[in-house]
Each structure stands twice: as structure tokens, then as C-alpha cells.
């Protein structure tokens, strides 16, 4: 990393964004002793979406991040950069529907319970009716899931909530999303297990699933996912090879025919810098309108839409106010989509044992009513619909703090994908050394594990010097996120790869869980843990 004469830092890779993606390219650039420039825009945090803010000791994860991931890789590298602080945490997550709580995975007896006979008969009858004569011309995440659970389970169980996230109707929306998102749930299977739970005839590992769909436990950082992200930041900067600027916002990116020169606006003013490669996390909307010369693709790139996402946390007088990780609400009544409970992920979140904290998750589009309000509102209405929804006692509430976060997730409606391509394809014919990574960087609904993956094999395309992986594999045929066994997956997606090269990030180890200061352990027994 050096700096010219008249102020020009230059760098190996210049990264645009802090976020898993970003950082993970870091991380492993300078480990290999590559000089990294990373800019940020946000001037506090790193993480992006994975960050953990902190309010006056209480801690929120935006949007919940379970670290869990089927690739060895992920998992080797999360516990090589954070080995001590991983504790292990009990899944339990439940949908609110019509005043009543539905456990997730299923309980049949509950379900049925709940239904009624004559609804639950009616689901089945329409489940049924779809997989004899499902929809021939699948479009939207409608015709997907219709033809996955029948259109009556759609209505209950998809309908509202998807379109209360997204702010668009499910036939709008592409089957892409579905498919990506919910692949290898089985109405079937869920029901056979529910029937096993509900009978108490489990006794295997993982309650008897044989198809594991939903984790019965997880592992997480005990301050948060945004502690994994501040070690990586630190660690590259430690390393000599790396700085990472805050506050600090791209604003021109241009090829000089020799390699890049990136500006950054930030709080002393214009940064340059100019590196051999750039990995660029940021919107592929604004990443094409800061190109220079603007893409042709540029009028695909601005049709790219987003939905925007805003957590109010609520601290309130109480122990707990339920064992949930999260509560999914389906309730027309209130505009919260989601409720965390922050002392579930990790009781370190929340520093006072006679409080609750809890994130009520708000899905809007930047600049609308919601987005808009103000804070002291956005409390307000908050504190009103957990009384609404029967779970919490408004007297009880302390204090609330709001966090917004702006383009969470890229939407997947008809045009998008082919909006997507035409950009992907004339970066990679005009600058192969402009590479895309992680959700936004891809405009894919990654998680962060997958965000993860593609700066991995990003990565190891530059040092290779050519591009050996294709990173568009990465959860391009994902099942859902959650299902199979953690680290299981060591095969690397690949075009054309040798064996070597695809041995280069299949190191399996386990995320081990916290090491307390008074376990007394020997330097040997720590290596085998």
C-alpha cells in the first residue's frame, strides 16, 4: 500500500463496502499479502446488514443472522477469524396467525388445532388438487408455491406476509424468489415430522428429521454478527496490508487502461485511490451510475428495485416476553412483519436482567410513510401494535431506539433478472477486473454465507490471475437455507477447476463454542477444541 506524491493511495484491490462480502475479501486478500483499500459509507458500523447496533448497552442484529452454513470453507473461516466467542443457541421460531402462535417446523395436533378441521381438511384437499393438475406455465412466486403447498396454505401461510415484506403482490413477484428462497420444504414431510413431534415418537439427532428443514440449533457470535465483522476489520488492518476508510461513499469509478482510480467522498473531503482490481459489493444500480463511462447497461441497472427495512427495538420491564428467536406476524391489523427477541439469539445483548428487548421489523420503501417517520412515531406505533398483538403491556415500555437500513433486499420482480444479465454480461466483457460480489453486488437474495462464498472465489480468481470460478454459481440452485448438515458441502461450485484449486478452501473444521476466561485450558486441549 503506498501513497503517490499527490495523495493517491494505491492498492493491490480497492473493495467498495464493509459488508460479509467486502470484508471477507479483505481478510483473505491480506493474508496473502495483498494491499486492500475498503471503503464504507456508513460511518460507524461494518456488517452491512450483519452488523450489530448498539444503544445505551443494548445490542440489535438487523434482520437475524444465524451462523449456519453447508459449505466447510464458511465455516473454517468463521472460526478461524472469531474462535473463542461462539455460543450455541436453541432454534425456536413461531407464525402469528389470526390470534393464535403456529410452531415452525410444524406440529400437526397444533395445527390442526388451530385450522380447524374444516380449514385443515380444505388445505389438504388444495394441496392435493395442485400436485395432480399444478400450473403448467410457472411465473410468479404465486403459480411457485400454489403448486409447492396448494393455493389455500399459499393464502394463509405466504400470501400476506411475502406481500408485506416486499410491498408488491405475489403474482408480480418472480417464482425466481421462491425458488430460491424456500426450495425443499415438503408440505408432505413437514406434516409426517409434525405428526412424529406432535406424538412424541422423535428420538433421533435433530428431533428425528431424517430430512433435516430447520435447524434445532445455531451457532452465534455472543455480542452479535457485527462481532465477527469488527475482528475481521480489525485483522485486516492489523495485518499492515490494509485500511478501511468510514463515512466514506464511492463516488466515480473509472478505468485508466492501466487498472482503476476510485474517488470516495468522506468526512475530510475526496479520497483517491488506485488499485489493479476492484471488488464492488454496493447496488449494481449505483455502482453503474458511478461508472465511468456509464454502461451501456445503465438504463437495465436503474430499473433494479429494492425494498428498504427498518427494526424499532423496544426495551421493556420484564424478564422475557417470549422463548422465540422470532415471531412471523400475519396480521392485517399492524404493519410489523417480524419480532425478535434479542436475549434469545444471546442473553448478552441485553445488559439488564430485568429488561426485554425486542426488534419490531418494519418492510418500507426509502422516503415512503414509514421510512419517513419520525423516530418518536415509529416508537409510538411500535409500542401500540405489540399491545395489538397481545404481547406486551404498553405500561411496561422504557425506552425505544430505531434503526433503518436502506436497499436490505433486492426484489425479484419480472424484469430483474434480465436487468441483471445485461449489466453481468458487459462487465465481464469490458472489465474483467470489475468484480461483483455479495447481495447487492449481485442484486441476489444471498444469505451471508453465500455473500461470503462468491468473495472467497472472487478472490481466488485474482490471485490466479484469470477467472476460474463462477461465482454466479453460488446459490443458484440453492435449497433452503437452512436444510442439510453444516459444513457438508466441501466441493466448491466451479467452471473448469482443478483438483488442487478446488482443495484450496476445503479445510473442515468445527466453529467451536465460547471459550470462558475461567476454563483453564492447556494450549493443547484448545487446538483439539
Not at 309 to 320: C, G, I, N, Q
Not at 389 to 401: E, H, I, K, Q, Y
Not at 495 to 510: G, I
Request: a negative charge; proline letters at 4%.
Amino acid at each position: 500500500m503506498r501513497e503517490k506524491p499527490h495523495g493517491t493511495l494505491e492498492v493491490d484491490v480497492a473493495i467498495i463496502g464493509a459488508g460479509p462480502a467486502g470484508l471477507t475479501a479483505g481478510y483473505l486478500l491480506s493474508k496473502q499479502g495483498k494491499t486492500v483499500a475498503i471503503i464504507e459509507k456508513d460511518p460507524t458500523y461494518v456488517g452491512g446488514i450483519s452488523r450489530t447496533v448498539e444503544h445505551e448497552g443494548y445490542r440489535f442484529d438487523i434482520g437475524g443472522h444465524r451462523f449456519f452454513s453447508k459449505s466447510a470453507a464458511v465455516v473454517d473461516l468463521w472460526n478461524e477469524i472469531l474462535p473463542d466467542d461462539f455460543i450455541q443457541r436453541p432454534r425456536m421460531s413461531r407464525i402469528y396467525y389470526e390470534g393464535k402462535f403456529y410452531s415452525y417446523p410444524l406440529r400437526a395436533f397444533e395445527a390442526l388445532g388451530n385450522l380447524g378441521v374444516l380449514r385443515s381438511t380444505a388445505c389438504m384437499l388444495s394441496y392435493l388438487r395442485y400436485k395432480l393438475f399444478p400450473i403448467r406455465d410457472v411465473k410468479s412466486f404465486e403459480d411457485w408455491t400454489t403448486n409447492q403447498f396448494g393455493h389455500k396454505l399459499y393464502s394463509i401461510f405466504f400470501k400476506t406476509y411475502t406481500e408485506k415484506v416486499w410491498g408488491m403482490p405475489c403474482d408480480e413477484m418472480s417464482a425466481d424468489w421462491a425458488a430460491q428462497r424456500i426450495k425443499g420444504l415438503s408440505l408432505w414431510n413437514a406434516v409426517t415430522d409434525g405428526l412424529k413431534r406432535s406424538l412424541g415418537l422423535n428420538r433421533k439427532p435433530n428431533d428425528g428429521q431424517e430430512v433435516k428443514t430447520l435447524l434445532e440449533t445455531f451457532r452465534y457470535p455472543r455480542l452479535g454478527p457485527g462481532m465477527m465483522w469488527d475482528a475481521a476489520r480489525d485483522k485486516i488492518v492489523a495485518s499492515g496490508k490494509g485500511t478501511v476508510l468510514m463515512g466514506h461513499a464511492l463516488d466515480r469509478l473509472a478505468a485508466d487502461g492501466e487498472g482503476w482510480r476510485m474517488s470516495a467522498n468522506g468526512p475530510d473531503g475526496r479520497v483517491e485511490i488506485r488499485a489493479d482490481h476492484v471488488i464492488s459489493s454496493a447496488p449494481m444500480r449505483e455502482l453503474s451510475r458511478r461508472l465511468h463511462p456509464l454502461p451501456q447497461s445503465t438504463l437495465q441497472a436503474n430499473e433494479l428495485k429494492y425494498r428498504d427495512f427498518l427494526t424499532v427495538a423496544l426495551m421493556v420491564k420484564s424478564e422475557d416476553l417470549f422463548p422465540d428467536n422470532w415471531i412471523y406476524i400475519h396480521d392485517d391489523r399492524v404493519q410489523v412483519g417480524r419480532v425478535q427477541n434479542f436475549r434469545s439469539w444471546s442473553p448478552e445483548m441485553v445488559p439488564d436482567e430485568d429488561m426485554a428487548c425486542v426488534g419490531l421489523e418494519y418492510f418500507c420503501f426509502e422516503g415512503d410513510g414509514l421510512w419517513s417517520s419520525s423516530d418518536e412515531d415509529l416508537v409510538a406505533q411500535a409500542t401500540r401494535e405489540m399491545e395489538i398483538l397481545g404481547l406486551c403491556d404498553p405500561a411496561r415500555v422504557v425506552s425505544g431506539a430505531v434503526v433503518r437500513q436502506e436497499k436490505a433486499y433486492p426484489v425479484y420482480d419480472d424484469t430483474y433478472e434480465a436487468n441483471v444479465d445485461a449489466m453481468r454480461r458487459e462487465l465481464d466483457e469490458k472489465h474483467p477486473s470489475l468484480h461483483l460480489v455479495g447481495r447487492n453486488g449481485m442484486h441476489r437474495y444471498n444469505n451471508q454465507d453465500h455473500a461470503m462464498m462468491t468473495a472467497m472465489l472472487t478472490v481466488e480468481n485474482i490471485l490466479a490471475g484469470e477467472r476460474l470460478y463462477d461465482t454466479w454459481c453460488v446459490n443458484e440452485d440453492a435449497e433452503y437455507h437452512e436444510a442439510g448438515d453444516e459444513g457438508a458441502e466441501k466441493a466448491i461450485p466451479t467452471r473448469e477447476v482443478t483438483a488442487d484449486q478446488a482443495a484450496a478452501l476445503n479445510s473442515v473444521r468445527d466453529v467451536p463454542g465460547r471459550i470462558r476466561e475461567d476454563e483453564a485450558a492447556s494450549d493443547d486441549e484448545r487446538k483439539v477444541a
